[in-house]
């Protein structure tokens, strides 16, 4: 079991920024960052392996996004640069059982357990 509460969300102007944060309880992990915006599906945003050592992201976030770890403090991080009006939805921490680079996963459905989600809203 990996029990998973984001925090971080709110409302920023575009070209902010924000810090989420994923405070994980459980069994070692890999973690993913998935968003939602309305009537669109789940999409990923970025992933990173137990050790932190390999990341992945989607290609409308590169270079603005950088998800990291702190194990000692059993928490993954999402950090949000340059944010976009396109970037509103509501962000949701997935992990998947296991510690091999090979479980940094794009697929939802990849991730056993999730969040409960937190908003992110960017004005224009």
């Known amino acids: 079991q990996v029990q998973l509460v984001e925090s971080g969300g709110g409302l920023v102007q575009a070209g902010g920024s924000l810090r989420l944060s994923c405070a994980a309880s459980?069994?070692?992990?890999?973690a993913g960052w998935f968003r939602q915006a309305p009537g669109k599906e789940r999409e990923f945003v970025a992933a990173?392996?137990?050790?932190?050592?390999?990341?992945r992201y989607a290609d409308p976030v590169r270079r603005r996004f950088t998800i990291s770890r702190d194990n000692t403090k059993n928490t993954v991080y999402l950090h949000l640069n340059n944010l976009k009006p396109e970037d509103t939805a509501v962000y949701y921490c997935?992990?998947?059982?296991?510690?091999?680079?090979?479980?940094?996963?794009?697929?939802?459905?990849?991730?056993?357990?999730w969040g409960q989600g937190t908003q992110v809203t960017v004005s224009s």
């Open positions: 997935a992990a998947r059982v296991g510690t091999g680079s090979y479980n940094v996963r794009l697929n939802p459905n990849d991730y056993e357990y």
């Open positions: 990173i392996s137990w050790s932190g050592g390999t990341t």
């Open positions: 459980g069994r070692s992990f890999t």
